[in-house]
């Protein structure tokens, strides 16, 4: 199993500013990931986070809003940069060994 | 690409009453699926999971049983309790290198005492 500690929790960010989200797992793994979960709405893939080069990202997000770190294999960060209300949703990291683990999210809220 | 499909909810059930939530997926070659449960306030959790055609995944009262020819993975369970009482997702790990999970757009459970 993997235990996964996401922080912030949750936030309440002005538009126009920029939060960056912390992964930290407690063992570790190849493939983590980052998805949104917009209210209402099923998980979304953002982009996978690659140790030593840069992310991978899913059609419809760019590096430029969604700017990801993977320093090493078990710590992952995710800002989201220049935020609007849109941008409010959960985000959550998760990491594949054996199945798939996911942290608790953080509940951003962008007014 | 891939795609999970899951019937809408919310699905209000009275408790004790039996529980089908439909999934039907789109993949190429034989991916693994799997039923994420999120109960309210918590993360997601791994509720059952099948790797094969045929194979049925069971937890908690819950089941379901991966058919390859209806590309389904529908959840059921005998007697829900109040405590069931979450958003469920069915979701997919495709076969062609992409190992992140694709979602279905998850089905509220609703269980009334």
């Known amino acids: 199993s993997a235990v996964i500690s996401q922080k912030p929790s949750r936030d309440i960010c002005q538009r126009g500013t920029s939060l960056t989200i912390q992964c930290q797992v407690d063992?570790?793994?190849?493939?983590m990931f980052w998805y949104r979960q917009q209210p209402g709405q099923s998980l979304t893939l953002i982009a996978t986070?690659?140790?030593?080069?840069?992310?991978?990202?899913e059609s419809g997000f760019v590096i430029d809003k969604f700017p990801i770190s993977r320093p090493n294999l078990t710590f992952s960060t995710l800002t989201v940069s220049n935020m609007s209300p849109e941008d409010s949703s959960i985000y959550l990291c998760?990491?594949?060994?054996?199945?798939?683990?996911f942290g608790q999210g953080t509940r951003l809220t962008v007014v | 690409g891939d795609s999970v499909t899951q019937m809408e909810g919310p699905v209000t059930l009275s408790e004790e009453a039996f529980l089908t939530i439909n999934c039907t997926y789109t993949a190429t070659g034989y991916p693994s699926l799997f039923w994420y449960v999120q109960y309210p306030g918590e993360g997601l959790q791994l509720l059952l999971k099948?790797?094969?055609?045929?194979d049925k995944g069971s937890n908690k009262g819950f089941e379901a049983t991966y058919r390859k020819e209806t590309t389904s993975f529908h959840l059921e369970k005998g007697s829900v309790q109040v405590s069931d009482s979450a958003v469920y997702f069915c979701?997919?790990?495709?076969?062609?290198?992409?190992?992140?999970?694709?979602f279905g757009s998850g089905t509220r459970l609703q269980v009334q005492p």
């Open positions: 979701a997919l790990s495709g076969t062609t290198g992409r190992r992140a999970l694709t």
């Open positions: 063992s570790q793994v190849t493939m």
């Open positions: 986070a690659n140790q030593g080069s840069e992310a991978t990202y």
């Open positions: 099948a790797t094969k055609a045929d």
């Open positions: 998760s990491v594949l060994n054996t199945e798939a683990f």
